[in-house]
Nanobody
Framework: VQLQASGGGLVQAGSSLRLSCAASGGTFTHNYMGWFRQAPGKEREFVAS????????LYPDSVKGRFTVSRDNAKNTVYLQMNSLKPEDTAAYYC?????????????????WGQGTQVTVSS
C-alpha cells in the first residue's frame, strides 16, 4: 500500500485548504489514520488522528477548532480540512497509517507514511 497526499498550496492567512490522502495498491479502510506536519528545522508535529469509522478524532490544541479530519472509506481517502490558516501552519503535511486501534499522536506508532504536500501560508 502506498499513501499519496495532495492538496497543498500557497494561500493567504485566513484562507482554507483541504488536503487529501489516497491509498493505492491496497486499502486503509480498517486502519486508524493520522496527519502530521514538519516545518524546516523543526520536529514532525502531530496534527490529527481519526479512527477507522471516522467517528473518533484527536487534535492538538494548536489546530483544534480550525482543522477537521475526515474520511471516505468508499473512496479510500482521508481528508484534512484546514480553515483560518495561519503563517505558523506553514509546513509539509504528511498522512500516515497506524495499526493501533486508538487515535494516536505519537509518530512512532505510524508504520506507513505518504510523501508530503507543502502548505505555505503568507501573512
Amino acid at each position: 500500500v502506498q499513501l499519496q497526499a495532495s492538496g497543498g498550496g500557497l494561500v493567504q492567512a485566513g484562507s482554507s485548504l483541504r488536503l487529501s490522502c489516497a491509498a493505492s495498491g491496497g486499502t486503509f479502510t480498517h486502519n486508524y489514520m493520522g496527519w502530521f506536519r514538519q516545518a524546516p528545522g523543526k520536529e514532525r508535529e502531530f496534527v490529527a488522528s481519526i479512527d477507522k469509522n471516522g467517528v473518533s478524532t484527536l487534535y492538538p490544541d494548536s489546530v483544534k477548532g480550525r482543522f477537521t479530519v475526515s474520511r471516505d472509506n468508499a473512496k479510500n481517502t482521508v481528508y484534512l480540512q484546514m480553515n483560518s490558516l495561519k503563517p505558523e501552519d506553514t509546513a509539509a503535511y504528511y498522512c500516515a497509517r497506524t495499526r493501533r486501534t486508538t487515535t494516536a499522536r505519537e509518530a512512532g506508532v505510524y508504520d506507513l507514511w505518504g510523501q508530503g504536500t507543502q502548505v505555505t501560508v503568507s501573512s
